[in-house]
């Protein structure tokens, strides 16, 4: 069982990225997919949450507006598309896996990926 994170990298302020969380060795499609980061020196923080329907969605009030989560089982892929980023979304960004509810509790996920780093500077 593998999650996959892709798609950080180095953007301006105000750019945009796309992450994407595939997996392999199982089917997305059953599970609720949570989007994590963790910024240099501070705690890891729950992002944004999508459950197996696609249809309830949670986001941090400090992404809320800008990031916006989906998923497309056919890929078994998850995606982030962040907007209007800030410096202060610099971080390691990570999915996770869990069944049931939505929930910023990390250590309630049962699989993690490797994470992608997302800079943004100028």
């Known amino acids: 069982l593998q999650l996959v994170e892709s798609g950080g990298g180095l953007v301006q302020p105000g750019g945009s990225l796309r992450l994407s969380c595939a997996a392999s060795g199982f089917t997305l499609d059953r599970y609720t997919i949570g989007w994590f980061r963790r910024a240099p020196g501070k705690e890891r923080e729950g992002v944004s949450c999508i459950r197996r329907s696609g249809t309830s969605t949670n986001y941090a009030d400090s992404v809320k507006g800008r990031f916006t989560i989906s998923r497309d089982n056919g890929k078994n892929t998850v995606y982030l598309q962040m907007n209007s980023l800030t410096p202060e979304d610099t971080a390691i960004y990570y999915c996770?896996?869990?069944?049931?509810?939505?929930?910023?509790?990390?250590?309630?996920?049962?699989?993690w990926g490797q994470g992608t780093q997302v800079t943004v500077s100028s």
């Open positions: 996770a896996v869990r069944s049931g509810l939505c929930t910023g509790d990390a250590s309630s996920y049962d699989y």
